[in-house]
Structure formats: C-alpha cells, structure tokens
T-cell receptor, first 114, second 117 residues
C-alpha cells in the first residue's frame, strides 16, 4: 500500500511569493495534519483537518492556510513568504481523529525561500 | 501547554553499545507518548508508542522505552547499537484530553545518534 505522498519534494521561492504544498494521505485515512520542521528543530504543528474541517491550529500567522478535499487529500498554502518560512513541511495522516492514533508521515516538502 | 525535553542534542555510541536517549514531558495528566526516527532527507517513522497499557513498550528495530510516571520520563533504549541506527530521534506527546488540540503531536528538539564502528 502507498504511504503518505507529498508534492513537490523540493521548492525554491523568493520572499513575498506564495506557495502551495500538496499531500495525499494513506488510503482510508480521514485525518491530515501539517507540521513545519525548521533545520535543527523538532516538527511544529500547523494544522489538523478531519472530514474537510479544520480541527486544530498551531501558533502560526494567518499567512498559513490549508484545506482538505472530499478525497481527504490536503493543500497547505503560505502567502507572502518570509526567509523564516524555509523549512521541511511534513504531512501526516491518521485513520481517525483520536488522541493517541498513530500518525503516518510523508517524506516532506523542502521549501527554500531566498 | 505540554512540552517535551530531550536531554542531549547529540549522543555518540560505539557499535554494540547500549543506546539511551532521554525524554521528559511536562503534563499533569500523563499523555500519549511516542518515539519517532528520522533518517536524512526523509520523513518520520514511528518506533513505538505508549498509550496506557504496559509501561515497558517494545518497538521496531529492537528499541524499547519505559514510561515512568513518577519521573515524567519516557527514555528510549536499545541494548546493542547498530550502524544503521544512526539517525535523529524525536520524542513526542499527544494530549489525552483532546479539545482544540486533538491528536496534535508536540515534539522535542531531537537527538542525533551517531554510531561509531
């Protein structure tokens, strides 16, 4: 079975631009979460979606937004990019929305902002 | 707010030696606890998790971790290190009480494990 897939794998943008990252969860998984991992740090929670609704939001500015589609895939959008947005963006899926459920991570999208 | 502390950003061991990676959490209610491994340029892979059953949890690749409520710890161990264990390891917690952070993982800063031949 395919795991969590993310596209693109790498992305280079300049300050002020906008970016869209995509995630396809494991088949049958209804919950998708996004995390930002800055070099040398642990992942930081950005969003969680379940059944197309936002169920959790981390401490990120409004420049960050996301959505989940009927097929449970998800997009993360970041507007007005800053140098500090350079990071590995990880998508994770889980079967249901339940504390303690295992989250399966994709390989990530490496975003570089110049 | 929950927090996770991993003592030691770098740990170096010889092949065949004991691996001990430390993790402490801060929460009034014991959370769900996880250990993930990340190889270079890859995502995170779950090694093991503690939900509330046995306090000694066995995971993949010979790793295990023991939940100690009195010490608010969940240290990861492996009796004998292998070269292939070299990676970055993250401890994470998930709140049991749910609410607006249902299922959210809070990660520690990570520990890079180096294994010398």
């Amino acid at each position: 079975d395919a795991g969590v897939t993310q596209s693109p794998t790498h992305l280079i943008k300049t300050r002020g631009q906008q970016v869209t990252l995509r995630c396809s969860p494991i088949s049958g998984h209804k919950s998708v979460s996004w995390y930002q991992q800055v070099l040398g740090q642990g992942p930081q929670f950005i969003f969680q979606y379940y059944e197309k609704e936002e169920r959790g939001r981390g401490n990120f500015p409004d420049r960050f937004s996301a959505r989940q589609f009927p097929n449970y895939s998800s997009e993360l959008n970041v507007n007005a990019l800053l140098l500090g947005d350079s990071a590995l963006y990880l998508c994770a899926s889980s079967l249901e929305l339940a504390a303690g459920n295992e989250q399966f991570f994709g390989p990530g999208t490496r975003l570089t902002v110049l | 707010a929950q927090s996770v502390t991993q003592l030691g950003s770098h740990v170096s061991v010889s092949e065949g030696a004991l691996v001990l990676l430390r993790c402490n959490y801060s929460s009034s209610v014991p959370p769900y606890l996880f250990w993930y491994v990340q190889y270079p340029n890859q995502g995170l892979q779950l090694l093991l998790k503690y939900t509330s059953a046995a306090t000694l949890v066995k995971g993949i690749n010979g790793f295990e971790a023991e939940f100690k409520k009195s010490e608010t710890s969940f240290h990861l161990t492996k009796p004998s290190a292998h070269m292939s264990d070299a990676a970055e390891y993250f401890c994470a917690v998930s709140d049991r009480t749910g609410g607006t952070s249902y299922g959210k993982l809070t990660f520690g800063q990570g520990t890079i494990l180096t294994v010398h031949p």
